[in-house]
């Protein structure tokens, strides 16, 4: 018999003469036919596709994969590599989660079918590295093949981050729901501050510990809006108010981030935000060893004063970063912080910091 050919031959008893290929009791073509089944007829006569399995309709949500590649596969405790996961089909929604073994690192957002994490190890060791996509309605979950990455001990020595006055405006957060990332609103959702979105992701690190990751430091943000208010104060008439105010706890890669708004500025200051970090060098709220304050570049300051609202508003602030008593007195303008992005769209920034703050 040729390969793709099949033969079926029904055999049906014609006359009284006995033959061992006769039906027996004998039947006539009609009655063979019912015996058989239309079924076996067509499974006889090859209705099968070539793997042997019938052929069937597909339904359910659409397979995926997911692929797991970091920006390094060594590194120093706590030197930050980024995890890019790409999910296929790249039209897959939703969030991966990456994960260090069995525990989650944190999640991110898939755009356009990739989804990017920045970490960062506090011990030296090899670390298992997975990326798991969690599907959606449309498209089935997945997980990456785990990805090795190798961490040894910092040899790299860092410097204690330059302590910033408090000033006047710090209001000790400790009421539920200051433990929050948007501080753009009041504590109930209302009063949302207004203009360029900043998201700033701080890491803060250990110089006494081969500058390790920290976890576990409770860091305090506040700043005043575009027109250069705070508030929570009385003298601003914002006593009742708690937007731009808020803290974190910092995670397994010393990490927080907060989503925001660059702030504007007021008389005898130039543009920037305080910071206070409470650790095990110095957990109190009003320790000397606690508190600093981040700066923005002066061309970026100066484009927001004279064109982009609501910013210009308020006109060009005469106090810089160069003549401003923190920035060049005290933090020696060591805090400056490197944005990406553009006035429409918003702009992101990561920072360090170094404790015990000098």
């Known amino acids: 018999m040729s390969e793709g050919k099949h033969f079926f031959k029904l055999i049906v008893d014609r006359d009284d003469e006995f033959d061992p290929h006769d039906w027996f009791p004998p039947l006539d073509r009609r009655a063979a036919v019912r015996m058989l089944g239309m079924s076996a007829i067509a499974a006889a006569v090859g209705c099968v596709n070539k793997s042997g399995t019938t052929s069937t309709s597909s339904t359910g949500t659409t397979a995926t994969t997911t692929t797991l590649t970091p920006s390094a596969t060594s590194t120093t405790t706590g030197t930050s590599i980024t995890l890019v996961a790409t999910v296929s089909p790249s039209a897959a929604t939703g969030t991966v989660t990456f994960y260090n073994g069995t525990t989650s690192l944190g999640s991110a957002t898939l755009s356009s079918g990739t989804a990017s994490l920045s970490v960062s190890f506090s011990s030296a060791g090899t670390e298992s590295l997975t990326a798991v996509y969690g599907g959606s309605s449309t498209y089935a979950g997945s997980t990456s093949s785990a990805v090795t990455v190798t961490v040894t001990g910092s040899t790299t020595a860092c410097s204690e981050t330059l302590e910033g006055e408090e000033g006047p405006y710090f209001v000790d957060d400790s009421a539920t729901g200051y433990n929050r990332s948007n501080i753009l609103s009041n504590l109930d959702g209302t009063d949302t501050q207004t203009g360029v979105a900043f998201t700033v992701t701080l890491y ?155």
């Open 204 to 358: 803060v690190y250990d110089t006494k510990n081969s500058c390790a990751a920290m976890q576990g430091v409770q860091v305090d943000i506040w700043h005043c809006n575009a027109s250069g208010i705070y508030s929570a104060e009385s003298v601003e008439s914002t006593s009742s108010e708690s937007w731009l105010r808020g803290y974190q706890l910092t995670d397994l890669n010393g990490m927080v981030q907060f989503v925001t708004i660059i702030p504007g500025w007021y008389a005898g200051r130039t543009t920037h935000i305080h910071l206070r970090l409470r650790s095990t060098y110095d957990s109190s709220s009003t320790g000397g060893t606690n508190t600093m304050q981040f700066f923005f570049d002066q061309t970026l300051i100066d484009t927001l004063a004279t064109s982009v609202s609501p910013y210009s508003s308020e006109g060009t602030n005469p106090t810089t970063n160069a003549s401003d008593h923190v920035y060049t007195g005290e933090e020696d303008g060591t805090t400056l912080m490197t944005l990406s992005g553009s006035t429409s769209a918003g702009y992101t920034a990561t920072a360090k910091v170094y404790l015990p703050i000098a």
